[in-house]
C-alpha cells in the first residue's frame, strides 16, 4: 500500500477486534421483501417447488465454491409469524477465511450474500424457463458465532421445528383460503385451535390431506452437505471401472433433530 499522508484513514478508523475463541459462524441469507417478491413472480402458495429447488440450487453452488461452508439449512418460511427465510451456512471452526478479525468476518458475510445473490439470478432460467425474472432480487445477511458443536446442532434443531409449525399453518391457511375463505377468516379459524393435532385433524377431516403424506422438502426443510460417494475415476485397459471415493454436495430433506442424521454424518460437523 502506498504509504500516502491520508493513509490514516485506514489506520485510524479501521477497528479489527478479535472475536471470541473457539466458534463456529453461521450466516443467515433472508431474501428481501420476498413477500412481494414472491406475488410479482407469481409463487405458488404456500410452496413454489421451483423456488425451492433455485435456493437449494445456490446452496449446492455455496458449498462447491467455498470449502469453509460444511452445512446449509434452508426453509420456506411464513411470513404471519413474521419467522424468516433462513438459509443457514454453517462454517468450520478454524476456518481458512476466519482469522478471527472482525474485517474478515464482514468479508465472510459479504462474500457469501454476493455470490448466492449472483448465483440465484444466474439460474432463475433454469427453474422458471418461462418466467421473467421482473426485478433484480436482493437478500440481506447476518453472522452469529457459536461456541461449540452442541449450539450448532440445537440452532439447526430450533429452525428445523420452526419449518414444521410455519409449514403445517401456511398448508392449512392456504388450504382454507383456496377453498374460499378470505385471508381474515382463514387466519380467524387458525387461531382457535393452536395445538399441532388440530391442524392435522382440519387437514385430514376438511381437506382430506394426510399432513404426513405432503412433500418432505416442505414438512423438514432442505439440508445441503457433501456425502461420500463411490465415482468411477477412469475405465483400466481391461474394461473395469476404477472407483475412489468422492466428496458430493448432497441436498437432502430429513430429520436433524434427532440424533440419527448426525450420528451417520459424523464428518460435517467435529468438534
Ligand atoms: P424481509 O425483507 O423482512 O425478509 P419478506 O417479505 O422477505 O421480508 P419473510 O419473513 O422473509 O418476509 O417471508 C418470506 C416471504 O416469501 C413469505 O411471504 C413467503 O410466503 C414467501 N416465499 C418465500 N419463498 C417462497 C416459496 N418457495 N413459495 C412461496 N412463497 C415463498
Ligand atoms: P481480492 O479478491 O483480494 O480483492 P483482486 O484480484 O480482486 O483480489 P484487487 O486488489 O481488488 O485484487 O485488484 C483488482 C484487480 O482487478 C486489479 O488487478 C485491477 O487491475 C483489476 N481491475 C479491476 N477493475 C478493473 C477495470 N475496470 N479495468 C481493468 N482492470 C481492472
Ligand atoms: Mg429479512
Ligand atoms: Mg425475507
Ligand atoms: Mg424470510
Ligand atoms: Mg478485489
Known amino acids: ?10 489506520r485510524e478508523f ?3 477486534r478479535r472475536l471470541p475463541p473457539s466458534n463456529w459462524i453461521v450466516v443467515r441469507i433472508d431474501g428481501c ?9 407469481a409463487f405458488e402458495k404456500p410452496n413454489d417447488e421451483n423456488a425451492l429447488r433455485l435456493m437449494n440450487a445456490c446452496a449446492t453452488a455455496m458449498l462447491e ?6 452445512f446449509a439449512y434452508g426453509v420456506s418460511d411464513e411470513y404471519r409469524y413474521g419467522i ?3 438459509l443457514i451456512f ?8 476466519y482469522h478471527r478479525r472482525e474485517s474478515t468476518f464482514s468479508k465472510i458475510l459479504s462474500l457469501c450474500v454476493s455470490y448466492f445473490t449472483s448465483v440465484y439470478v444466474m439460474k432463475w432460467k433454469d427453474f422458471f424457463p418461462n418466467k421473467e425474472l421482473k426485478e433484480p432480487p436482493c437478500f440481506d445477511a447476518r453472522a452469529v458465532c457459536y461456541p461449540n458443536l452442541k449450539t450448532i446442532r440445537d440452532y439447526l434443531a430450533w429452525r428445523q421445528v420452526d419449518c414444521h409449525i410455519n409449514n403445517q399453518y401456511n398448508t392449512c391457511f392456504w388450504m382454507l383460503v383456496k377453498s374460499g375463505k378470505s385471508e381474515q377468516a382463514a ?12 391442524k392435522n385433524e382440519l387437514l385430514a377431516q376438511q381437506f382430506q390431506i394426510n399432513y404426513d403424506d405432503e412433500p418432505a422438502m416442505f414438512r423438514k426443510g432442505s439440508s445441503v452437505y457433501r ?8 475405465i483400466d485397459d481391461y474394461g473395469t471401472p476404477i472407483k475412489r471415493p468422492r466428496l458430493k454436495v448432497t441436498v437432502a430433506h430429513v430429520d436433524i433433530i434427532g440424533p440419527e442424521f448426525w450420528e451417520n454424518h459424523q464428518h460435517i460437523l467435529r468438534e
Open 14 to 16: 479501521e477497528f479489527d
Open 187 to 198: 387466519q380467524l379459524a387458525l387461531k382457535v385451535g393452536t395445538f399441532a393435532k388440530d
Open 84 to 86: 424468516r427465510h433462513p
Open 33 to 41: 421483501h420476498f413477500h412481494r417478491f414472491s406475488k410479482i413472480h
Open 90 to 97: 454453517v462454517f468450520r471452526e478454524e476456518t481458512e477465511f
Open 227 to 234: 456425502e461420500k460417494v463411490e465415482t468411477t475415476v477412469k
Open 65 to 70: 465454491k467455498f470449502p469453509d461452508i460444511v
Open 1 to 10: 500500500m502506498a504509504n500516502s499522508e491520508y493513509e490514516y484513514v485506514k
